[in-house]
């Protein structure tokens, strides 16, 4: 019965959505605001069905209701707890109901806490987004239905993919759909301006935190990606220019942009146009994301989805919001003129430069995710497009980009001169003379070493000099003083900066100087890399909730010193019929020992790997100081105080 009320009450948030796409929308062009006022109630009660439907779907999972056709896809009653419930999301229907829950969310939430907005674009908001809905409540109900009953119920599961039973992959695909889904607020906002004709300071401050928390999100989202890819895969990398970590990795990007734009926006009323534009690829590569992961046009270990008919239907979404809202921005974008005028040392520049940087890497990484599939269509052939295209690609884009960013913070706003930059000059010197130890210690032998620790010293001091920037003249202790009642905004910029020199020289360091070691051991025998030894001490048979485990026991000794003991395991999930790998690390402060064991040999033992990784940890360590600091930006008082209460010059209206 519960199964029943989930579908019913989906049916009824598709029907709620078509009346917040429509009623609204002619409510704000005919100027009646009795029509205007359905949107909030509506996008509420659309929230609360959905949640309703999607508690159905989690309690069956739980329950273990084999009469549920997705539950017997996902699910089994081995598992454990953390992994029935992960099992909701961890296929195509359940991450599709997922998705519309978190649409609606956004979509309520703009509601509520959207008192200060125009009521008409406020109303066009909530029909754009409601729109958006209705699209994918029809792409659920019509060919997803994660509801479907089984005639004969079996007594138990196929189990979820083993891949996916991990902690990292459980909480990944929500942060992920919560950065994806959050970009469609921008996008609504944006759409919701254009149909106006209007785009002001006020536009530019409330659309910057929902792209914030979207971005916030997608970070966290990402990391976790890549984390779990670091020690579950067994391969110890962090990337893999997968095109399913490519479809999270594109948005981001454009993301990343669209923040840094539409700070122009509210401070200067300049690049109007190129920020709705930025708004509406922010959300078209989200899509672009959807239809990659579940159309099964592009290979890929993450895809839990191969239905090119599914896929047919997410490229006619795509087709419809982000070509329909790029013909709609090609009709009004003359219209946004832009008001502000800066010079060519100027803050502006500087974010213009970010904000060419960050589009054309986007680009990058598309062109090269999908040459494959344009490549077999147009000329007939199979082309893999692999990490060597990407690295060299992408990487002088980041290293441009890193060294603009801290340039571009301390630059005044509209005209500025040279001199500006002196306080830079200390951090330069410094940058270049941690570049010349790091190369001497090297001996030379991998530039992206020295260059990596460069352009980490440089946005970290960087970031650190912008702050002081902050506080004015006077003594330092006042100076210091003045630091800690900076606004959460100028801290979350230094954060966020400081973040990326961190990942940045973490994967510098790892891909420059990790070194590894293969050998067949038998019990009892050695494995040795550097200062760094691992001695199989045995070799055990574990049984799990859902599993069946080889474990390998390795004491692990630094320069004859014993740390401790890794136990790394080969498992097999006997329902799924799926080996995985579990690594055994021991993480520390500047390197990891990295363990794996492999299949037993013929001639008896087991194939090793040892691994050094040199500061993996800082990898992910800088992603979480980048979301910290889109933390503490979302938190500053400024972005809680409505952008409407503020008097702002009237936007151009359209002609």
């Known amino acids: 019965m519960i199964a029943e009320l989930g579908h019913f009450t989906l049916i009824t948030a598709f029907a709620v959505a078509i009346v917040q796409m429509i009623v609204p929308m002619i409510g704000a062009w005919k100027g009646w605001s009795g029509w205007t006022a359905v949107a909030a109630p509506a996008a509420t009660l659309q929230a609360l069905l959905v949640a309703f439907s999607f508690a159905a779907l989690t309690v069956a999972f739980v329950t273990s209701d084999f009469s549920v056709r997705l539950v017997v896809a996902n699910s089994h009653t081995d598992k454990p707890m953390l992994y029935k419930i992960a099992g909701v999301w961890g296929n195509h229907e359940g991450s599709l109901?997922?998705?519309?829950?978190?649409?609606?969310?956004?979509?309520?939430?703009?509601?509520?806490?959207?008192?200060?907005?125009?009521?008409?674009?406020?109303?066009?908001?909530?029909?754009?987004?409601?729109?958006?809905?209705?699209?994918?409540?029809?792409?659920?109900?019509?060919?997803?239905?994660?509801?479907?009953?089984?005639?004969?119920?079996?007594?138990?599961?196929?189990?979820?993919?083993?891949?996916?039973?991990?902690?990292?992959?459980?909480?990944?695909?929500?942060?992920?759909?919560?950065?994806?889904?959050?970009?469609?607020?921008?996008?609504?906002?944006?759409?919701?301006?254009?149909?106006?004709?209007?785009?002001?300071?006020?536009?530019?401050?409330?659309?910057?935190?929902?792209?914030?928390?979207?971005?916030?999100?997608?970070?966290?989202?990402?990391?976790?990606?890549?984390?779990w890819a670091y020690y579950e895969l067994g391969w110890g990398g962090f990337w893999f220019w997968d095109p399913?970590?490519?479809?999270?990795?594109?948005?981001?990007?454009?993301?990343?942009?669209?923040?840094?734009?539409?700070?122009?926006?509210?401070?200067?009323?300049?690049?109007?146009?190129?920020?709705?534009?930025?708004?509406?690829?922010?959300?078209?590569?989200?899509?672009?994301?959807?239809?990659?992961?579940?159309?099964g046009v592009l290979t890929s270990v993450h895809a839990f989805a191969n239905d090119p008919e599914r896929g047919v239907f997410i490229l006619l979404i795509l087709g419809i919001f982000t070509g329909g809202a790029l013909v709609l921005y090609a009709l009004r974008a003359p219209v946004l003129q832009a008001r502000g005028v800066f010079g060519v040392v100027s803050r502006e520049s500087a974010l213009v430069v970010n904000n060419l940087l960050l589009a054309v890497s986007a680009f990058v990484v598309f062109v090269g995710t999908i040459w494959p599939l344009v490549a077999e269509m147009a000329f007939g052939r199979t082309l893999s497009v692999g990490p060597p295209f990407f690295n060299a690609a992408f990487t002088?884009?980041?290293?441009?980009?890193?060294?603009?960013?801290?340039?571009?913070?301390?630059?005044?706003?509209?005209?500025?001169?040279?001199?500006?930059?002196?306080?830079?000059?200390?951090?330069?010197?410094?940058?270049?003379?941690?570049?010349?130890?790091?190369?001497?210690?090297?001996?030379?032998?991998?530039?992206?070493?020295?260059?990596?620790?460069?352009?980490?010293?440089?946005?970290?001091?960087?970031?650190a000099v912008d702050l002081m920037t902050r506080t004015g003249r006077g003594r330092w202790s006042d100076r210091l003083g003045r630091v800690t009642r900076l606004p959460g905004a100028d801290w979350g910029k230094a954060l966020a900066h400081g973040g990326l020199g961190i990942t940045i020289f973490g994967v510098a360091a790892l891909t420059a100087w990790q070194r590894e070691a293969i050998e067949v051991l038998q019990v009892g025998d050695r494995l040795s890399e550097g200062r760094y030894e691992v001695v199989l001490t045995g070799v055990n048979r574990v049984q799990g909730p859902n599993y069946v485990a080889t474990r390998g026991d390795f004491a692990i000794f630094d320069d004859g010193r014993e740390l401790g003991t890794l136990h790394p395991e080969k498992r097999v999930y006997p329902v799924a019929r799926m080996p995985t790998t579990e690594a055994g690390i021991d993480s520390g402060f500047t390197r990891d020992i990295y363990v794996v064991i492999g299949d037993p040999q013929a001639g008896g033992g087991w194939a090793v790997r040892l691994y050094i990784k040199p500061f993996a940890n800082w990898i992910w360590g800088g992603a979480i100081i980048m979301a910290l600091g889109g933390l503490l930006s979302l938190g500053d008082r400024r972005y809680r105080v409505a952008a409407g209460a503020r008097k702002v010059p009237a936007g151009v209206p359209a002609e």
């Open 97 to 227: 109901l997922l998705w519309v829950l978190i649409l609606a969310l956004f979509g309520a939430a703009a509601a509520w806490f959207g008192g200060q907005l125009r009521p008409s674009l406020k109303a066009r908001v909530l029909a754009v987004q409601a729109s958006v809905g209705v699209a994918f409540y029809a792409f659920i109900l019509f060919t997803s239905n994660p509801f479907e009953r089984m005639a004969l119920p079996p007594f138990n599961g196929e189990d979820l993919n083993p891949l996916l039973q991990d902690p990292g992959l459980a909480f990944h695909p929500p942060f992920l759909y919560l950065g994806y889904v959050g970009l469609s607020m921008a996008f609504s906002f944006a759409v919701a301006a254009l149909i106006e004709g209007r785009v002001d300071a006020a536009w530019g401050r409330w659309v910057r935190p929902w792209t914030l928390a979207a971005w916030l999100f997608l970070t966290i989202g990402i990391a976790l990606g890549s984390w």
């Open 244 to 295: 399913v970590e490519n479809a999270s990795f594109m948005p981001w990007l454009i993301a990343t942009a669209l923040l840094h734009s539409a700070i122009v926006v509210e401070k200067r009323e300049a690049l109007k146009a190129w920020t709705i534009l930025l708004a509406i690829l922010a959300f078209g590569f989200s899509l672009i994301g959807t239809f990659i992961v579940r159309s």
């Open 396 to 463: 002088p884009f980041v290293i441009a980009l890193g060294i603009i960013l801290p340039l571009g913070s301390i630059l005044p706003w509209k005209r500025g001169r040279a001199k500006a930059l002196r306080p830079m000059l200390p951090v330069a010197v410094l940058a270049l003379a941690v570049a010349g130890l790091v190369w001497a210690m090297d001996t030379g032998q991998s530039l992206g070493g020295p260059l990596g620790a460069a352009l980490g010293v440089w946005l970290v001091a960087g970031a």
